[in-house]
Each structure stands twice: as C-alpha cells, then as structure tokens.
C-alpha cells in the first residue's frame, strides 16, 4: 500500500504522494493496474502464470467485504499444469530489468492515458493469455498464429505474401521458417488430415514456436514503442498487391 510506503521512504516521489491521498478504491484499482501490467509483460517474457479462479473483489477482502456481492468465476487450470511439466522456465535479473525497461510506457498507455489506439494490441495480448489455457497443439498454434496475424495486420487480400514479409523484415525470424509456420497454418485450418497424421508430432514444437514468435514481436514493438496501428504497419512493411503468389 503507498500509505505504508510513505513511511518507509525518507523523500518520497511526487507520484507516491499523490496515489497514496486518493481513496482506498482508487489506490486499489491503481494497484490492480500494475499488477496487470507487470504479468502481462511476465507472459511477453514467455512465462505461463495461471490462476485457479477470477473474482470482483480481493482475495484478502473475502472475510471482511459485507457490503459487497463476492462473485467468482473458476478457471479449470489441471489440465494447462500437465503441459507446464518439463518446461520450466526461470525469472533472471535480466528478465526483471527487462520489465523495469519497458513498464513505464506499457502502464502508462494503457492504464493512465488510455491511448485508443493501444487497441491494435488487443487480440494479441489475449492470445498470450488464452495459449496458456490451450492444451491441444492444433488449438496452441492457432491461438499464437492469430495473436500474430493480428498484431502485424496483413489485410484480407493476399495474406500469403504479407504475413511473410511481414515476419521477416525485422529479422525475428527467416524466410524459410515463416514459410514453413504459414504452411502449417494453411494445413491445419483446411483440415488437411494426411499432412495432420505425417506432422503429428512436430505440432507440440511448431506451436510452441509460433507462441515464442508472438512473444518475440510484441516485445519488438514494445521496446520500441511502436503501437501497431494498420496505418502504421501498411507504412512500415509495405503492401504486397501481386496477385499468384503463395
């Protein structure tokens, strides 16, 4: 609480002294906020945070709230903790002074400003999430590759050609890998059951690498903070118009 905080700190911040004379409604939604901003930054990182259920009121509020309808909504998380067997992944200081890097602009854009345009990053930012809760490999990958379609906004017409682009004009990935991710994406949703059966055990991987490859752009642009608008990107990467190509 930034009321605790006050005494602990000799000069206190501005920013400290303001948040901690607000009501403890706002202090706590203001909380909240932070809290959000630093998982999701955890998930961008790859890390896969689950939570048993989702409520309107804090757990720490459960045996005092009396004013209050508690309402609670259960996430069935046994199945997703299976998946998470053999794939631990460590918090660094790297990882932390990553985060510290990147918070500000993040948390400010989407919680103090509330830049409209901070919707471009919607779907993917739910797709980070949503993958986590997927346990079937074909569900995984098409969780990661929407997030991708949807943060780099190739269009309706010749989505081949520039997604591809798309992918590698940053240099997260080559040619030949994006090819090969879209290539599973186009067998996949047309139910290609005879590519499906061959590649059945290639899928855990591919779907983790198209997760990784989410990952990877959304930290791109965050560290660049670049918010990618359609307008933006169609500028950034170019528009590919030729027809015939796949």
């Not at 980070?128 to 991708?148: C, E, H, M, Q, S």
């Not at 798309?166 to 040619?175: A, M, V």
């Amino acid at each position: 609480h930034p009321q605790h905080l006050l005494k602990a700190a000799p000069n206190p911040p501005a920013h400290l002294l303001e948040m901690a004379s607000k009501p403890d409604e706002t202090i706590r939604a203001l909380i909240l906020n932070e809290i959000n901003t630093f998982c999701l930054l955890l998930r961008m990182l790859g890390f896969s945070i689950i939570t048993p259920f989702i409520s309107n009121v804090p757990y720490s509020n459960f045996f005092t709230n009396r004013k209050r309808k508690i309402l609670m909504a259960s996430l069935d998380d046994s199945e997703p903790r299976r998946t998470f067997k053999g794939n631990d992944r460590k918090l660094t200081q790297q990882d932390l002074d990553w985060i510290k890097d990147n918070f500000s602009w993040l948390h400010n854009k989407l919680f103090v400003d509330g830049d409209e345009n901070m919707a471009a990053f919607e779907v993917p930012f739910q797709m980070l999430t949503n993958d986590i809760y997927a346990v079937d490999p074909k569900v995984r990958f098409f969780t990661a590759w929407n997030g991708l379609e949807s943060l780099l906004k190739p269009g309706s017409d010749n989505i081949g050609p520039n997604i591809v682009n798309r992918l590698t004009s940053d240099g997260l990935i080559n040619k030949k890998k994006a090819k090969r991710i879209k290539e599973y994406r186009n067998k996949i949703i047309h139910g290609d059951v005879e590519f499906l059966q061959k590649h059945e055990s290639k899928l855990p991987q591919v779907a983790l690498d198209t997760r990784n490859l989410l990952c990877e752009f959304v930290k791109f642009f965050i560290e660049n903070e670049i918010i990618p608008t359609k307008e933006y990107l169609d500028e950034k990467y170019g528009v590919i118009i030729r027809e015939g190509y796949d």
